[in-house]
């Protein structure tokens, strides 16, 4: 089992920045690809950045040179660093664990973020 809280969500204005982070319990997270995720009203959760265990990223293409996934597996703690943030970037932002071999995969519940133009 696998515990993830996500915190760093808030409003800010258009152009502006934030880091959110994922902190993890119940062991396993190094071993994990982790995730970033994000759901507007009205529409489905869509994938924002992945990051391998040996941290190789991977980023939508909507927010490629804005964020920044990273880890710190000592801290068992992901981060997701967001500038120049956009109004269309306005969603609950979800951390994930992905499944991990015959172990199922994890998500926390969520932050706001609001940008506001």
């Known amino acids: 089992q696998v515990q993830l809280v996500e915190s760093g969500g808030g409003l800010v204005q258009g152009g502006g920045s934030l880091r959110l982070s994922c902190a993890a319990s119940?062991?396993?997270?190094?071993?994990?690809?982790m995730g970033w995720y994000r759901q507007a009203p009205g529409k489905q959760r869509e994938l924002v950045a992945t990051?391998?265990?040996?941290?190789?990223?991977n980023y939508a293409d909507s927010v490629k040179g804005r964020f920044t996934i990273s880890r710190d597996n000592a801290k068992n703690t992901m981060y997701l660093q967001m500038n120049s943030l956009k109004p269309e970037d306005t969603a609950v932002y979800y951390c994930r664990a992905h499944p991990l071999y015959s172990s199922g995969g994890y998500w926390g519940q969520g932050t706001q973020v609001t940008v506001s133009s």
């Open positions: 119940g062991g396993s997270f190094s071993a994990r690809t």
């Open positions: 990051i391998t265990s040996s941290g190789s990223a």
